[in-house]
Every structure is written in structure tokens, then in C-alpha cells.
């Protein structure tokens, strides 16, 4: 997905966060997040730590490793990427965890899905 540098009427969403329009309170800055989800893999970190402390561990250990490595995955995205529009208020909130706007940007990505499927069968 390319990120356009503008936003026009039909890029609006609402906020991902609080479900108002981004510039409710007359706010005039706005956020657009991409969020992705990755889960650690454990064997490629041991591989890369291993060949570390064999170089000596530390810094030094690290950059030989990354020079003589495979360079092997530390971690791999699962799932699609979810873009959203965060207002201001919310981007400020520090009660607004991360997970709770990947799973509410993936509900709304479902039913625009569904939305284009079901127009797709109506024709
Ligand atoms: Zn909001």
C-alpha cells in the first residue's frame, strides 16, 4: 500500500481511537499509523546470539556476527499491515494501548472487505 502525502475526502476515516472524526474539537493535527504485528523467532535469535558470544560477545561480538551471520529473521510479521487515522486527543492518550487499535483498524478493514465482496456479487 503506498502512503500518499495528502489525504482527500475519500481517504477520511474516522478515529480509530474514540470513533469521532479526526478533527473533532476543531483539532487541526491529526495522525495516520501504520501498525504492524510481529512475534519473535526464537531460533534465529539464539542463532544470532550464539554466533555473537562465539565473536567474543558484546559489541565487537555483535558487529562480526553480523558481518560473518546469515543474518538469519528475528522476528515475523503476522498478518496485513493496518492503516488508521488517530486524532489528536487520542494520540495523546497513554491509555490507549497499541493492541486495542490494531484489533479495532482489522475490524475495519473486515467490512470494507465485505463491503467490496458483497458489491462485487451484487455487480
Ligand atoms: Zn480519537
Redesign the pocket.
Known sequence: MELKPQITRRDVQL?I??G?GVAHDHNMIFFRATLERFCLDQRGIMQEHGLEQFFGGGKPGAVLASVMGTNPPLAHRFGEPTTSL??L??AMNPALPVTMVIERAEKVAEKKADAVAEEKANG
Do not use: T
Open positions: 478515529c481511537g474514540c469521532r488517530i486524532c486527543d487520542c
